[in-house]
Each structure stands twice: as structure tokens, then as C-alpha cells.
């Protein structure tokens, strides 16, 4: 066997270009997904406290953010809706003029190029902050279905390319797949939240999207930190029920289960960077501690990696404009 001095693995990291030659993976804004927040309203937008660089917009501001996200050739838009009024059923998410139904046919209106994905979803829309109906307590997973279908379907009927539910119900898929279906959007893809874990770095998610819940946790839905496994149970009742695409989330705590899901199946695998990740990195940033550029595009790599073809990330327009240079 050869080693050194015969074997000098730093020949090729001499240049940047051999260095560019010989990288094993590469990172395109085709495959970021930008998440945005809209509400009601004109003119509206007002900046995240916990997520330096994100807003909630209106409709007219969100158009702005889109044709960034456009010109900067980004695979699509992930897009949340913070309802004006909160309810029992989370009735906002299937309304024909809720603001994420106006914001889908708005965008497919003035930039029919980029996809348009929209989290499926109830917390957000009920008053308790819940994934799902409230019944003594407990959140009622078959009660529930019927409601996520609903609003997925007017997602779809509004013109959204992509369904994303993020409840982590058992059945939705199949729920939200006969629900389309039976409307007529058979063209309209189901990209699950399938690995999902109830992780600590949604916290600035729940601000942006006033979703937290107002008692309890969602550890009674979504996924254990502590299992693996258990995301590629998750992953194939989804693909049974009709998945045409799975995520796993968080991205950066979940690297192996990205692994483990990119090699247990033949679907496209996306992965969330989710809130938390990104500001961490903005608030290491913001004390010097860390290269804010380049500790985001080292952080997006490693997701790549580990087997995501489809990342979802708020760096998303940052990250193109880096990998333009
Ligand atoms: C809705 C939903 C959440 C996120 C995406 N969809 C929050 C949650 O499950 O509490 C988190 C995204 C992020 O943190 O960036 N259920």
C-alpha cells in the first residue's frame, strides 16, 4: 500500500481550482427554497425580532421578496399565513381569501416560473397553537385529517404547485392525497414533513409565525430527538400514503437522518434549516465570533452532503448571491 511521501493527499488542495476540480459536492440556488411568512393587509412588514433579515409581509411586500427570490433563480418558495384571527378549528386555513391563498395566486400571477410550496399546517390558525383539534386536552389526530385536507385543497385550488403539511398527524398524507384527488389537482405534489423531530430550534419560528403553543409541547406528534429509526417508519408510511417527496427536519441536528432517509429510499429528500439554525449563526455573527458568509455556506454544504437534494433555508437569497460571485 502506498503512503507517505508517495502519497500526499494535500496535491489536491494546492489551488482553487484544483480544489474546485476535485469538490464532491456542489450547491445550486435551484435547490433553495426561501420560507416566507404573509398576512393581511398593505404595505405590512414587520421584521422578526429573533430572525435578523425576515420579515411578515403583506401580499405586495411578499411579490418584492419573490421576484428577488426569481432573479436569484431559487428553486421555489415555502410560504406560512398569520391569520388575522385565531380559532377552534383553525377555519383561516381553508379560507378562499386567507392571505396565504391570495399570496399563491398573486405570485403564480407575476412570477409563474418559481414554485410555489405552502406548509400545510393548523397551529398557526388555532387559538390554542396546536397542530391539530384540541379534544380534552390531547391533540385528536382523525379529527384533524379532514381539516388539513381542506386547507391543503385550497392551497392547491389557489394554484400552489406543492403541498407541504408540517402537522406530523398520522394519515395526512393519504387524507390530503384523496382530498386533491377528488377535486381534481391530481397534478399537485405532497412534499411531507415525514422526519420531524419536536426540536428547540423552531422557538424563533413561533415568533415569526405566532404559533406557540399556548399549553403543553408537540412531543404527542412530532418525533422523539432521541430516534433515527423511527424517521424511516415515518418516511415510508408517508411514501405508502402517497408522498411524492419527503423532509426531514431540523437539517443541521438531523445530518445522519438525512443520510439514512437519502439511502433508504429513491424520493427526493429536502431538508429544513430551520429558524433556530439560522440564528444561531446570525447572532454568532452579529458578535464576531463567527464568519456569518462563510459559516452559512459551510452549514448548507454539509446539508447537501448528507444527501439533500431540496433545501429549504432563510439564507436561501443569501446563499445565491454568494454562489453568483
Ligand atoms: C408548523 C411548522 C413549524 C415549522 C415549520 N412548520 C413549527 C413547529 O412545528 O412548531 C418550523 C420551521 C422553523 O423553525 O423554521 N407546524
Redesign the pocket.
Known amino acids: 500500500m502506498a503512503r507517505f511521501p508517495e502519497v500526499r493527499s494535500r496535491r489536491l488542495r494546492r489551488t482553487s481550482a484544483l480544489r474546485r476540480l476535485f469538490s464532491e459536492t456542489d450547491l445550486t440556488p435551484a435547490r433553495l427554497v426561501l420560507?416566507l411568512f404573509v398576512r393581511d393587509g398593505a404595505g405590512v412588514r414587520n421584521p422578526v425580532r429573533s430572525m435578523p433579515g425576515v420579515s411578515q409581509t403583506s401580499v405586495d411586500e411578499l411579490l418584492r421578496d419573490v421576484e428577488r427570490a426569481a432573479e436569484h433563480r431559487l428553486g421555489g418558495v415555502i410560504l406560512?399565513g398569520i391569520p388575522e384571527r385565531k380559532d377552534a378549528t383553525g377555519s383561516e386555513a381553508w379560507s378562499e381569501q386567507g392571505a396565504v391563498q391570495q399570496a399563491v395566486r398573486a405570485i403564480k400571477r407575476e412570477f409563474p416560473g418559481i414554485v410555489v410550496i405552502t406548509?400545510v399546517?393548523l397551529?398557526?390558525y388555532m387559538e390554542h397553537g396546536h397542530?391539530g383539534i384540541v379534544r380534552d386536552g390531547e391533540v385528536d389526530n382523525d379529527a384533524t385529517l379532514e381539516l388539513l385536507a381542506r386547507a391543503a385543497a385550497s392551497h392547491a385550488a389557489a394554484g400552489a404547485d406543492i403541498v407541504a403539511p408540517?402537522?406530523m398527524m398520522d394519515g395526512r398524507v393519504a387524507a390530503i392525497r384523496a382530498r386533491l384527488d377528488s377535486d381534481g389537482f391530481h397534478g399537485t405534489a405532497i412534499l411531507s414533513?415525514a422526519a420531524?423531530h419536536a426540536s428547540a430550534?423552531?422557538g424563533?419560528?413561533?415568533d415569526a409565525?405566532e404559533?406557540a403553543p399556548a399549553f403543553g409541547d408537540?412531543r404527542s406528534y412530532?418525533m422523539d430527538p432521541a430516534n433515527a429509526r423511527e424517521s424511516l417508519r415515518e418516511v415510508r408510511a408517508d411514501l405508502d400514503e402517497g408522498a411524492d417527496a419527503i423532509m426531514v427536519?431540523p437539517a443541521g441536528p438531523c445530518l445522519d437522518l438525512i443520510w439514512r432517509v437519502r439511502e433508504g429510499t429513491d424520493h427526493p429528500v429536502a431538508a429544513?434549516q430551520?429558524?433556530?439554525e439560522y440564528a444561531m449563526i446570525k447572532a454568532a455573527a452579529a458578535l464576531g465570533s463567527i464568519d456569518e458568509s462563510a459559516a452559512m455556506m459551510e452549514s448548507l454544504v454539509a446539508i447537501r452532503r448528507a444527501g439533500a437534494d431540496i433545501i429549504v433555508t432563510y439564507f436561501a437569497v443569501e446563499a445565491a448571491a454568494r454562489l453568483r460571485e
Open positions: 420560507p406560512f406548509d399546517c397551529c398557526e397542530c408540517s402537522d414533513y420531524k430550534f423552531y424563533p419560528f413561533r409565525a404559533s408537540r412530532q427536519k429544513y430551520v429558524s433556530g
